[in-house]
């Protein structure tokens, strides 16, 4: 299973960033997310952190204009991403209430060559409309990481119903470079991924196969060869580095790893729809 599911792939759902804390702009920018709200039915929110992050003298302040932002907004959780190196900055945030729940790599393919591919004996097609369903059963039951699934205070029946969601709008796609594959028969579907394709590159966005299958290697194989065929040379993807059967799967089709990222949730202590809230000092 892999998924690359990044704030700059939501389409028409633009967020408002502006400052967290209008004393200290140099924090960064938050902002709603209106894709995920749409899913989820609160809303949750993303702060990028800025050209003069916090410290270790910031943590009380910190704490109070995340707070102050929540209540403000209705927002029950905020998300941030860390350079894995900047650990002081990362030990700031946890101070400052946030939890780590992933770790995220991101995948790259610089030269995408067939002759490099094994033989699979399967053919991957384009997505009909009676695989739509089968598609959004896999989407449903089978995914176990990504920020939301991996956060213990989120339901996960909500984290899953983003990925169902997902895959319904990458199949009604008007995009010609928006393109969903599958493995298997008209309505039969053991796995289906969905690509991004720009120029000649692809950006492999969201994919799985079904539950007890065992053509995950073949589900990927066959998607590079197939977009191949389309003109594509390079090859990225976004992952969480706890899907270690997903990161073998790349390495083994030559993929290299760069740009680890710390995931952090900072949970309001006022959310509704949260499971296991910790109180807040």
């Not at 943590?59 to 209705?74: D, H, K, N, P």
């Not at 990481?145 to 895959?167: C, I, K, M």
Request: charged fraction near 20%; charge should be neutral.
């Amino acid at each position: 299973m892999t998924s690359s599911l990044t704030d700059r792939h939501m389409g028409s759902f633009k967020a408002a960033y502006g400052p967290l804390c209008e004393s200290r702009p140099g924090w960064g920018l938050v902002a709603a997310l209106p894709w995920d709200e749409a899913v989820f039915g609160f809303p949750v929110s993303d702060l990028r952190l800025g050209a003069e992050p916090p410290t270790v003298a910031d943590i009380a302040q910190l704490r109070e204009a995340l707070a102050s932002y929540c209540e403000r907004t209705g927002s029950e959780l905020v998300s941030v991403r860390v350079p894995a190196p900047q650990t002081r900055l990362s030990a700031v945030l946890v101070g400052a209430g946030f939890l780590y729940v992933d770790f995220a790599l991101l995948a790259t393919l610089p030269k995408l060559d067939p002759a490099s591919l094994h033989e699979t004996g399967f053919t991957l097609r384009r997505a009909e409309p009676a695989d739509h369903e089968a598609i959004c059963h896999i989407c449903e039951s089978v995914f176990q990481f990504g920020r939301y699934h991996t956060d213990p205070n989120f339901p996960r029946e909500l984290a899953s119903r983003r990925y169902v969601q997902w895959a319904r709008r990458a199949l009604s796609a008007s995009d010609q470079d928006d393109v969903v594959f599958v493995l298997g028969a008209p309505g039969k579907v053991t796995g289906f991924m969905h690509v991004a394709l720009h120029e000649s590159s692809a950006d492999l966005r969201l994919g799985a196969v079904a539950s007890g299958s065992s053509l995950g290697f073949w589900l990927y194989t066959e998607t590079l060869r197939a977009v191949h065929g389309l003109g594509v040379r390079s090859v990225s993807t976004g992952i969480s580095a706890a899907n270690v059967r997903v990161m073998q799967v790349y390495s083994a089709l030559g993929f290299r790893f760069s740009q680890p990222e710390l995931i952090l949730h900072w949970h309001s202590p006022d959310a509704a729809h949260l499971i296991g809230k910790v109180r807040r000092a």
